[in-house]
């Protein structure tokens, strides 16, 4: 079951918290004027940078 899909070339990845291996959900951040696209572990582990290809974030499938 993938996360994160890339339109442009059909890469697909699963991105997990690697502390209690819960699926990262999608959420948007906001740093100074730009809005950035973060994945984020339901239980509040963190966040990091969703990840990207082809040069362009690839989309949650959640
Ligand atoms: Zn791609
Ligand atoms: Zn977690």
Do not use: F, R, W
């Amino acid at each position: 079951m993938a996360t994160y899909e890339c339109l442009q070339c059909g890469m697909s990845v699963n991105a997990t918290c690697a502390k209690c291996n819960a699926e990262l959900i999608n959420d948007n951040i906001q740093i100074e004027n730009s809005t950035i696209q973060v994945s984020k572990c339901p239980n509040d582990h963190g966040k990091i940078k969703s990840p990207s290809c082809c040069g362009k974030e690839m989309i949650s499938k959640n």
